[in-house]
C-alpha cells in the first residue's frame, strides 16, 4: 500500500494568512508516460461531506476558490490557502489514486489563530 | 445538479444485517463507477472499494474484502453497501462518491454520508 503521511497534523493561521500542508507518499504517485500526478485533495468540514478541493495535484476542482492551490509531483505535494478566511476552517486530505488501495493521509486540521 | 443521497442513520446490533443506500441524481448513473469511503470515529478516510454500476462490478480494499458486499440498481440509479454480521468495529460514518469525470479516481462529489452505529 502507498503510505500517504501530511504534515503538520494541525496548525493555527490568522485570517488572510498563508496556510500550507505537506503530503508525502510513499512511492512516486507520477505517471511518466501521461506526466500525471495522482494525487487529490479534500476538504472536510464539520458535518459536511467531503469535498473535492484540488486533482491531478495541482487543477482546482470546479467552484473552487483560487486561494486553493495545488503543487508538486513525485512524491512531495503541497495544498495552499493563499489567504486564510473562516470558512476554510476543516480537516484538509490528501489521496493518492496511483495504485490500489486507494488511501488518504492521515488529514490535517486547520484552525484560526 | 450531480447529487449522491445516502439513507439515514442506522443502529444495530452486533449480529444483524444491513443495507445502506446512496441514490445519485443529475447524470448518467452509469457513466461513472460508485466508491464507498469510511471514516470510522475520529479517525480518516478509508478507501473501501468500488462499483461499476454499468454492470456491477466491484473492486474491494483487500481490507473490506468479504467483510461487505457493493450492488446497484440501474432502474433507481442506486447503490448499496451491505453488511451479512455487523460488528461494534463497523461503527462509522459511510460515504459514496463518484469517479470524477475526468480526474482519473478522484471523486468529485460526495453523499451526506451515513452514521452506522452497532452497539448492544
Known amino acids: 500500500d502507498i503510505v500517504m503521511t501530511q504534515s503538520p497534523d494541525s496548525l493555527a493561521v490568522s485570517l488572510g494568512e498563508r496556510a500550507t500542508i505537506n503530503c508525502k507518499s510513499g512511492h512516486s504517485v507520477s505517471y511518466n508516460s501521461n506526466n500525471k500526478n495522482y494525487l487529490a485533495w479534500y476538504q472536510l468540514k464539520a458535518g459536511h461531506p467531503p469535498k473535492l478541493l484540488i486533482y491531478w495535484a495541482s487543477t482546482r476542482a470546479f467552484g473552487v476558490p483560487d486561494r486553493f492551490s495545488g503543487s508538486g509531483s513525485g512524491t512531495d505535494f503541497t495544498l495552499t490557502i493563499s489567504s486564510l478566511q473562516a470558512e476554510d476552517v476543516a480537516v484538509y486530505y490528501c489521496q493518492q489514486h496511483f495504485s490500489t488501495p486507494w488511501t488518504f493521509g492521515q488529514g490535517t486540521k486547520v484552525e484560526i489563530k | 445538479e450531480v447529487r449522491l443521497v445516502q439513507s439515514g442513520l442506522e443502529v444495530k446490533k452486533p449480529g444483524e444485517s444491513l443495507k445502506i443506500s446512496c441514490q445519485a441524481s443529475?447524470?448518467?448513473?452509469?457513466?461513472?463507477?460508485i466508491a464507498w469511503v469510511r471514516q470510522m470515529p475520529g479517525e480518516g478516510l478509508e478507501w473501501m472499494g468500488i462499483?461499476?454500476?454499468?454492470?456491477?462490478?466491484?473492486s474491494y480494499s483487500r481490507y473490506f474484502q468479504g467483510q461487505v458486499t457493493f450492488s446497484a440498481d440501474e432502474s433507481i440509479n442506486t447503490a448499496y453497501l451491505q453488511w451479512s454480521s455487523l460488528k461494534p468495529s463497523d461503527t462509522a460514518m459511510y460515504y459514496c462518491?463518484?469517479?470524477?469525470?475526468?480526474?482519473?479516481?478522484?471523486?468529485?462529489?460526495w453523499g451526506q454520508g451515513t452514521m452506522v452505529v452497532v452497539s448492544s
Open positions: 462518491a463518484r469517479q470524477h469525470d475526468s480526474g482519473g479516481d478522484s471523486f468529485d462529489f
Open positions: 443529475g447524470y448518467k448513473f452509469v457513466s461513472n463507477y
Open positions: 462499483i461499476y454500476p454499468s454492470d456491477s462490478s466491484s
